[in-house]
């Protein structure tokens, strides 16, 4: 008979036995990391591009933001501190915007109540939809301060009979109107709640129409404070020249398409110095050197033009919420 295997043995034998297996193994891995790298390689030089696309045109158009902000001032009536302003822009309803989009978009505005509402311009996508066909949805939006709006570039250019007409704006404008808003082409308005009132002003569009801050501002009294809707941003450089304390513009997008570290690829024209955000513009005349800098924001908007698509750029809209301070508070 023969010797049965010692308890050391055996243990020997199974420690063994996993080294002998895994050799070709580990050999193989080595070959095959060499081969993924090249894979995947090729694979990151196709695929992202093609993920990014994917994701710019199906995913981060459709991913609205609130973005929220504080605007504090000694020149903001005390009854009017907490008073919220949804600011809206670019909603660019037509070929890449549909009204059920526009529809989610206002439920989540409507969802946070706002006190007024502001829209600063391109309703509308030029040459596609008429802007009678949002007068429905629009009606959604409500606010018990009211609804304002101005013109953008494009709000002029619809159609071909649109273009040759004597007056392009006439169907934006009435669209907006009989969806509750006042149009504050070259005209302001004040707004009185409890014993006191602010002034909300507005400019015809800065490239297709005629904006006339003189008349938007003649009879408003120069001690209230003001906002201005203006669809191009960089007229705030010349806004800052009258008293106006609060500046809401859109046109920019953001860029609606962003690179990391590199920003925008492209701006359109009067939305290159402010393109984004929040800025101070210093005042540069001796008739408004008693008002604080002129304040702008600048909306990356909720539509798109050109091409269906936004990158490192979701469409947003904004609650403003407006503080009273003191001298005393701001000292």
Request: hydrophobic share 35%; glycine share 6%.
């Amino acid at each position: 008979m023969a010797p049965r295997p010692s308890n050391s043995s055996t243990r020997l034998e199974q420690a063994q036995q996993p080294t002998d297996q895994t050799q070709p193994a580990t050999w193989t891995s080595k070959k095959m990391t060499r081969r993924t790298f090249m894979k995947y390689s090729i694979g990151a030089a196709v695929g992202i591009p093609l993920l990014s696309g994917a994701y710019a045109k199906w995913v981060e158009p459709y991913q609205l933001r609130r973005r929220t902000l504080t605007i504090a001032s000694e020149r903001i009536p005390a009854s009017f501190d907490g008073v919220t302003i949804a600011h809206l822009s670019d909603l660019h309803y037509g070929e890449f915007v549909t009204k059920e989009h526009v529809a989610r978009i206002f439920e989540q505005i409507m969802a946070n109540k706002p006190d007024m509402i502001c829209f600063t311009g391109d309703l509308v996508e030029d040459h596609v939809m008429p802007a009678e066909a949002i007068i429905e949805v629009m009606h959604k939006l409500q606010a018990p301060l009211g609804k304002y709006a101005v013109l953008g570039n494009h709000d002029y250019v619809r159609d071909s009979r649109a273009y040759f007409s004597s007056d392009r704006t006439d169907l934006v404008t009435a669209s907006l109107e009989a969806s509750g808003f006042r149009v504050l082409t070259n005209k302001h308005h004040q707004i009185h709640y409890k014993d006191s009132s602010i002034a909300v002003a507005g400019i015809d569009d800065a490239l297709e129409g005629n904006p006339d801050m003189e008349t938007a501002l003649q009879g408003c009294p120069p001690n209230l404070w003001c906002m201005l809707l203006a669809h191009e941003p960089d007229w705030a450089d010349i806004a800052s020249r009258y008293p106006i304390d609060l500046q809401l513009s859109g046109h920019s997008h953001g860029g609606q398409v962003r690179v990391p570290i590199v920003g925008p690829l492209m701006l359109p024209l009067m939305a290159k110095k402010y393109p984004d955000g929040m800025y101070q513009i210093a005042r540069k005349q001796a008739s408004t050197s008693e008002i604080s800098d002129l304040q702008l924001h600048t909306s990356r908007g909720v539509g798109m033009t050109l091409m269906p698509i936004r990158f490192f750029c979701p469409p947003e809209w904004t609650l403003i919420t407006l503080r009273n301070v003191t001298k005393s508070s701001t000292s």
